[in-house]
Protein backbone atom coordinates (compact mmCIF):
# COMPACT_ATOMS: atom_id res chain seq x y z
CA UNK A 1 0.00 0.00 0.00
CA UNK A 2 1.40 3.44 -0.75
CA UNK A 3 2.31 5.87 1.87
CA UNK A 4 -0.19 9.27 1.71
CA UNK A 5 2.53 12.20 1.56
CA UNK A 6 1.33 15.92 2.35
CA UNK A 7 2.30 17.77 -0.85
CA UNK A 8 3.40 21.12 1.06
CA UNK A 9 6.12 18.47 2.75
CA UNK A 10 7.57 18.31 -0.69
CA UNK A 11 7.78 21.86 -1.31
CA UNK A 12 11.39 21.84 -0.66
CA UNK A 13 11.60 18.98 -2.94
CA UNK A 14 10.52 20.10 -6.40
CA UNK A 15 11.50 16.96 -8.28
CA UNK A 16 9.96 14.60 -5.20
CA UNK A 17 6.62 16.96 -5.76
CA UNK A 18 6.82 16.77 -9.18
CA UNK A 19 7.03 12.51 -8.70
CA UNK A 20 4.46 12.34 -6.21
CA UNK A 21 1.99 14.80 -8.02
CA UNK A 22 2.82 12.30 -11.38
CA UNK A 23 1.88 9.17 -9.57
CA UNK A 24 -0.98 10.60 -8.32
CA UNK A 25 -2.60 11.35 -12.02
CA UNK A 26 -1.54 8.11 -12.67
CA UNK A 27 -3.70 7.13 -9.62
CA UNK A 28 -6.48 8.88 -10.79
CA UNK A 29 -6.82 8.15 -14.13
CA UNK A 30 -6.37 4.30 -13.09
CA UNK A 31 -9.48 4.91 -10.94
CA UNK A 32 -7.94 4.38 -7.60
CA UNK A 33 -9.04 7.36 -5.23
CA UNK A 34 -12.25 8.47 -5.91
CA UNK A 35 -12.29 9.55 -10.09
CA UNK A 36 -14.40 7.37 -11.76
CA UNK A 37 -12.75 4.82 -13.93
CA UNK A 38 -13.24 2.87 -16.98
CA UNK A 39 -16.62 1.01 -16.41
CA UNK A 40 -17.75 3.11 -13.91
CA UNK A 41 -20.57 5.61 -14.38
CA UNK A 42 -21.55 8.62 -12.08
CA UNK A 43 -24.59 10.09 -11.53
CA UNK A 44 -26.59 12.29 -9.16
CA UNK A 45 -29.46 10.84 -7.02
CA UNK A 46 -32.59 13.02 -6.22
CA UNK A 47 -36.19 12.16 -4.75
CA UNK A 48 -39.37 13.17 -6.88
CA UNK A 49 -42.09 12.51 -4.04
CA UNK A 50 -41.06 9.22 -2.23
CA UNK A 51 -39.02 7.54 -5.20
CA UNK A 52 -35.54 7.46 -6.18
CA UNK A 53 -34.48 8.61 -9.73
CA UNK A 54 -30.61 9.48 -11.30
CA UNK A 55 -29.60 11.93 -13.40
CA UNK A 56 -26.24 11.99 -15.64
CA UNK A 57 -23.60 13.51 -13.88
CA UNK A 58 -23.04 16.06 -17.03
CA UNK A 59 -26.60 16.98 -17.53
CA UNK A 60 -26.46 18.53 -14.03
CA UNK A 61 -24.75 22.01 -14.11
CA UNK A 62 -25.48 22.42 -10.17
CA UNK A 63 -27.34 21.83 -7.29
CA UNK A 64 -29.14 24.52 -5.38
CA UNK A 65 -30.84 25.93 -2.53
CA UNK A 66 -34.18 27.01 -3.08
CA UNK A 67 -34.02 30.62 -3.59
CA UNK A 68 -36.24 32.99 -1.14
CA UNK A 69 -37.53 34.91 -3.49
CA UNK A 70 -38.63 34.20 -7.20
CA UNK A 71 -41.08 36.20 -9.85
CA UNK A 72 -44.54 34.32 -10.92
CA UNK A 73 -44.89 34.79 -14.89
CA UNK A 74 -48.48 35.95 -15.51
CA UNK A 75 -49.97 33.07 -18.14
CA UNK A 76 -48.02 30.75 -17.14
CA UNK A 77 -48.86 26.61 -16.22
CA UNK A 78 -49.09 26.22 -12.42
CA UNK A 79 -45.87 23.98 -12.96
CA UNK A 80 -43.46 27.07 -13.86
CA UNK A 81 -43.25 28.25 -9.91
CA UNK A 82 -41.14 31.57 -11.18
CA UNK A 83 -37.94 33.31 -12.18
CA UNK A 84 -35.11 33.34 -10.35
CA UNK A 85 -32.34 36.00 -9.99
CA UNK A 86 -29.26 33.33 -9.34
CA UNK A 87 -25.67 34.86 -8.82
CA UNK A 88 -26.96 37.07 -12.28
CA UNK A 89 -28.84 34.74 -14.46
CA UNK A 90 -32.23 34.25 -14.88
CA UNK A 91 -33.00 30.60 -14.33
CA UNK A 92 -36.62 29.49 -14.67
CA UNK A 93 -37.76 27.07 -11.85
CA UNK A 94 -39.94 24.54 -13.16
CA UNK A 95 -41.94 22.32 -10.06
CA UNK A 96 -40.72 18.85 -11.55
CA UNK A 97 -43.28 16.42 -9.83
CA UNK A 98 -46.25 18.95 -11.12
CA UNK A 99 -44.73 18.78 -14.52
CA UNK A 100 -45.09 15.61 -14.72
CA UNK A 101 -48.75 15.42 -13.55
CA UNK A 102 -47.78 13.48 -10.16
CA UNK A 103 -49.23 16.33 -7.94
CA UNK A 104 -47.34 19.56 -6.28
CA UNK A 105 -43.95 19.31 -4.85
CA UNK A 106 -44.27 20.39 -0.95
CA UNK A 107 -41.34 23.00 -0.19
CA UNK A 108 -39.49 21.98 2.57
CA UNK A 109 -36.25 22.24 4.23
CA UNK A 110 -34.75 19.58 1.80
CA UNK A 111 -36.28 20.74 -1.31
CA UNK A 112 -33.41 21.73 -4.70
CA UNK A 113 -33.11 23.38 -7.45
CA UNK A 114 -31.03 20.77 -9.87
CA UNK A 115 -29.75 23.24 -12.44
CA UNK A 116 -29.86 21.60 -16.09
CA UNK A 117 -26.52 21.89 -17.91
CA UNK A 118 -28.48 22.53 -20.85
CA UNK A 119 -26.68 25.02 -23.40
CA UNK A 120 -29.63 26.61 -25.16
CA UNK A 121 -32.14 25.92 -22.77
CA UNK A 122 -31.75 27.08 -19.21
CA UNK A 123 -34.03 25.55 -16.60
CA UNK A 124 -33.83 24.38 -12.87
CA UNK A 125 -35.94 21.39 -11.73
CA UNK A 126 -37.03 21.90 -8.18
CA UNK A 127 -37.26 18.19 -6.68
CA UNK A 128 -37.74 17.31 -2.91
CA UNK A 129 -34.54 16.10 -1.86
CA UNK A 130 -30.89 15.69 -3.59
CA UNK A 131 -29.21 12.36 -2.36
CA UNK A 132 -26.24 13.00 -3.80
CA UNK A 133 -23.35 11.26 -5.95
CA UNK A 134 -23.95 7.61 -6.71
CA UNK A 135 -21.62 5.45 -8.70
CA UNK A 136 -22.60 2.70 -10.62
CA UNK A 137 -20.71 -0.34 -12.96
CA UNK A 138 -20.95 -0.13 -16.47
CA UNK A 139 -22.86 -4.17 -15.72
CA UNK A 140 -25.23 -2.35 -13.45
CA UNK A 141 -27.00 -0.17 -16.50
CA UNK A 142 -29.94 -1.93 -17.28
CA UNK A 143 -31.92 -0.61 -20.83
CA UNK A 144 -35.61 -1.58 -19.67
CA UNK A 145 -37.28 1.34 -18.51
CA UNK A 146 -38.84 0.81 -14.72
CA UNK A 147 -42.22 1.02 -13.72
CA UNK A 148 -42.57 4.10 -11.61
CA UNK A 149 -44.93 5.93 -9.95
CA UNK A 150 -43.96 9.83 -11.37
CA UNK A 151 -44.96 9.59 -14.39
CA UNK A 152 -41.94 10.06 -16.38
CA UNK A 153 -41.78 7.11 -19.14
CA UNK A 154 -40.80 8.73 -21.94
CA UNK A 155 -37.91 10.79 -20.34
CA UNK A 156 -36.62 7.35 -18.69
CA UNK A 157 -33.29 6.09 -20.07
CA UNK A 158 -33.17 2.84 -18.34
CA UNK A 159 -31.74 2.52 -14.98
CA UNK A 160 -29.40 1.25 -12.62
CA UNK A 161 -29.97 -1.94 -10.37
CA UNK A 162 -27.72 -3.21 -7.45
CA UNK A 163 -29.18 -5.69 -5.72
CA UNK A 164 -32.79 -5.05 -4.57
CA UNK A 165 -32.70 -0.98 -5.35
CA UNK A 166 -33.44 0.34 -8.48
CA UNK A 167 -32.56 3.39 -9.73
CA UNK A 168 -34.44 4.72 -12.56
CA UNK A 169 -32.41 7.35 -15.04
CA UNK A 170 -34.02 9.94 -16.22
CA UNK A 171 -32.90 11.99 -18.90
CA UNK A 172 -33.04 15.82 -18.33
CA UNK A 173 -31.94 16.76 -21.62
CA UNK A 174 -35.36 14.42 -23.24
CA UNK A 175 -37.22 16.04 -20.49
CA UNK A 176 -36.29 20.11 -21.47
CA UNK A 177 -36.06 19.65 -24.94
CA UNK A 178 -39.63 18.10 -25.23
CA UNK A 179 -43.02 19.71 -25.81
CA UNK A 180 -44.69 19.20 -22.54
CA UNK A 181 -41.89 21.27 -21.05
CA UNK A 182 -41.30 23.58 -23.87
CA UNK A 183 -44.99 24.73 -23.91
CA UNK A 184 -45.32 26.79 -20.84
CA UNK A 185 -47.64 28.87 -21.40
CA UNK A 186 -51.29 28.32 -19.68
CA UNK A 187 -54.02 27.54 -22.20
Not at 1 to 29: D, G, I, N, Y
Not at 69 to 85: C, D, E, F, K
Not at 90 to 114: A, M, Y
Not at 146 to 163: K, N
Request: aromatic letters at 6%; glycine letters at 10%.
Amino acid sequence: MTEVVELASLVRQPFELLREMERRSASAQSGVGGTPGVGEWVGVGFRIGEERFLAARDQVREVLMLPESMTRVPGARRWLLGIANLRGHLLPLVDLKLLLGSGRTSLRRNTRVVSVNHREIPAGLVVDEVIGFRRFRADEHNAREPQTVVRCERFLAGSYDRGDESWPLLSLFDLVESNLFLQAAAE
